[in-house]
């Protein structure tokens, strides 16, 4: 049974915990933080390293006239256009190198028809 002199020293214990608590509580938000900005970080070096590796690849060290003709024999015989609708020359939108290589070989576009 519980005595009237037990309950100061019960308040007590609560009265701690709860601190405790909220110390565990301020804790676990610091850390909260401090891990979304690691992941944020490790985040954006896996970016850079996407970005670096792809430097290393083979097909970056082509010359601009090789790469020219493979863009133009990825090319459909006869290529339809619709001015309402995206193209589908994928080689144009993987990076400025691949864009203006394949923007100045005439032969590529010269199978291309416009539908407006």
């Given amino acids: 049974s519980l005595s009237s002199s037990d309950i100061p020293g019960i308040r007590k ?12 509580d301020k804790e ?3 850390l909260e933080y401090t891990l979304a900005v690691v992941r944020s970080m490790a985040g954006h070096l896996k ?11 083979p097909v ?5 006239e090789i790469l020219g003709e493979i863009f133009k024999f990825s090319m459909p015989s006869v290529s339809v256009f619709s001015c309402t609708k995206r193209p589908s020359t994928s080689f144009l939108t993987v990076c400025e190198r691949w864009r203006t290589v394949a923007l100045s070989t005439p032969s590529i ?8």
């Fill in 13 to 24: 214990n609560i009265s701690d915990a709860q601190e405790i608590l909220k110390a565990y």
């Fill in 28 to 30: 676990i938000r610091r």
């Fill in 47 to 57: 970016d850079r390293i996407k970005e670096t590796s792809f430097l290393l690849s």
């Fill in 60 to 64: 970056r060290r082509l010359p601009d």
């Fill in 109 to 116: 576009w010269q199978s291309i028809k416009l539908e407006y």
